[in-house]
């Protein structure tokens, strides 16, 4: 009987380990994005892929400001829910959101209609209620990508992520940062490619971006008035 009871204890422990394992591997899971998690299950062998995308950039304007003036935790609790509420808007059109930058998103937009799905989005993204706490900008640019883990594999304590890098990601989040709140800022290329019916609010034309060689000819865009009526903030 007393071994009977330690072989049914030390199979109770066994499961409650497995279970307690079981939910610590959901929670680093969800510490990854799906595009990480599928990243892993394409290339097993880590080389970089290479790609055509459409990248959104997103950034809260005045952030520094006001967690100076908001208590942290609800300064955290709206930024979070603020966040939220962007990647289920880019999840929403078929795109993936790669990482938060703390106060803003980097999303990409792949395949057939990447162009057309990212600024569809990006209009609903300035429109959303969300944009009455934290008003932010918000960049679109396309070309090619270079997608992988990036990070020190070698070196103890190290740990690598999966990032995007390429001057398309560059060039979004220069724009995003020229970005009014409220508003789509846009290489006149993608929205050429998108062959998106919104109106352009301004054509800004050629303008010189820091790091890149040549001008790019660029569109402002602001959601209409039935998008900003019919968007949600949940």
């Known amino acids: 009987m007393q071994r009977f009871?330690?072989?049914?204890?030390?199979?109770?422990?066994?499961?409650?380990?497995?279970?307690?394992?079981?939910?610590?591997?959901?929670?680093?899971?969800?510490?990854?994005?799906?595009e990480a998690l599928s990243a892993i299950d394409r290339n097993s062998t880590g080389e970089v892929?290479?790609?055509e995308g459409t990248v959104l950039f997103t950034?809260?304007?005045?952030?520094?400001?006001?967690?100076?003036?908001?208590?942290?935790?609800?300064?955290?609790?709206?930024l979070n829910q603020t966040l939220s509420i962007q990647a289920r808007l880019v999840?929403?059109?078929?795109?993936?959101?790669?990482?938060?930058?703390?106060?803003?998103?980097?999303?990409?937009?792949?395949?057939?209609?990447?162009?057309?799905?990212?600024?569809?989005?990006?209009?609903?993204?300035?429109?959303?209620?969300?944009?009455?706490i934290f008003p932010y900008g918000i960049g679109v640019a396309g070309g090619l990508?270079?997608?992988?883990?990036?990070?020190?594999?070698?070196?103890?304590?190290?740990?690598?992520?999966y990032d995007v890098i390429g001057a398309s990601v560059h060039l979004a989040a220069?724009?995003?940062?020229?970005a009014n709140a409220r508003e789509v800022i846009a290489t006149q290329q993608a929205y050429a490619a998108a062959r998106f019916s919104h109106p352009v609010t301004r054509t800004i034309g050629r303008v010189s971006i820091r790091g890149f060689?040549?001008?790019?000819?660029?569109v402002a865009l602001n959601p209409s008035p039935e998008t900003t009526e019919t968007a949600t903030g949940t």
């Open 5 to 34: 009871r330690a072989a049914l204890s030390d199979l109770v422990q066994g499961k409650l380990a497995s279970r307690a394992m079981e939910a610590k591997a959901a929670r680093l899971e969800n510490l990854l994005s799906e």
């Open 49 to 51: 892929e290479i790609f």
């Open 59 to 78: 950034d809260i304007r005045r952030s520094s400001e006001m967690i100076t003036h908001m208590p942290p935790r609800e300064f955290f609790s709206q």
């Open 91 to 132: 999840r929403d059109y078929e795109g993936s959101v790669i990482k938060f930058t703390g106060d803003g998103m980097l999303a990409v937009f792949r395949g057939m209609g990447k162009s057309y799905l990212a600024l569809r989005c990006a209009v609903e993204l300035a429109g959303n209620n969300c944009q009455q």
């Open 145 to 161: 990508i270079l997608a992988g883990l990036v990070g020190d594999s070698d070196r103890a304590g190290q740990k690598q992520q």
């Open 174 to 178: 220069r724009l995003c940062s020229m």
């Open 213 to 218: 060689d040549a001008g790019f000819d660029c």
